[in-house]
T-cell receptor, first 115, second 111 residues
């Protein structure tokens, strides 16, 4: 079965640069979530989108922005990168706005390293 | 604020049942209990979720206390592939709100 696809798998950037992470949800999933997981940390919710509109916001820095496109894929844009942004970034998707019987399906993440 | 409490780690033997506890004493009447697990170098994986009644699926069983202040994830016959961090999360059962991961339980399976 198709899974959530994230690209790139690995990304290395320098401080103050920008980065764009992409997420392709499972077909027919209309809801996308972004999570950040620092080294040795638990996943932290950043932001979610339903039907191309922002739905919920977590601990996303102002330097980050995200959007969901008409084909339901999503992009997380990160500017003025800091060393502390080095982390695994996971995207998850679910169908029907995250309905009661619809769990989140996670991708395998993008590992961002800021040097 | 995750508002759930789990042991930091647990150890079990292969092919034995595993009971992973979770306390959520301040749970509201509409909050579901979700369980996800994360294997090394992978994204979290859905395990099971429930509201009031016990739930079973192909991966596990979820036993929810009558007062809903605690729950137990049951792996009926652990394998080495079940070694992971298990997260108990309380949250709304639907909608596009993000689930808040807290400190999960690191399950170690001994051969």
């Amino acid at each position: 079965a198709a899974g959530v696809i994230q690209s790139p798998r690995h990304l290395i950037k320098e401080k103050r640069e920008t980065a764009t992470l992409k997420c392709y949800p499972i077909p027919r999933h209309d809801t996308v979530y972004w999570y950040q997981q620092g080294p040795g940390q638990d996943p932290q919710f950043l932001i979610s989108f339903y039907e191309k509109m922002q739905s919920d916001k977590g601990s996303i820095p102002d330097r980050f922005s995200a959007q969901q496109f008409s084909d339901y894929h999503s992009e997380l844009n990160m500017s003025s990168l800091e060393l502390g942004d080095s982390a695994l970034y996971f995207c998850a998707s679910s169908p029907r706005g995250g309905a009661l019987d619809s769990p989140l399906h996670f991708g395998n993440g993008t590992r961002l390293t800021v040097t | 604020d995750a508002k759930t409490t789990q042991p930091n780690s647990m150890e079990s033997n292969e092919e034995e049942p595993v009971h992973l506890p979770c306390n959520h004493s301040t749970i509201s009447g509409t909050d579901y209990i979700h369980w996800y697990r994360q294997l090394p170098s992978q994204g979290p994986e859905y395990v099971i979720h429930g509201l009031t009644s016990n739930v079973n699926n192909r991966m596990a069983s979820l036993a929810i206390a009558e007062d809903r202040k605690s729950s137990t994830l049951i792996l009926h016959r652990a394998t080495l592939r079940d070694a992971a961090v298990y997260y108990c999360i309380r949250g709304a059962g639907g909608g596009a709100d993000g689930l808040t991961f807290g400190k999960g339980t690191h399950l170690i399976i001994q051969p």
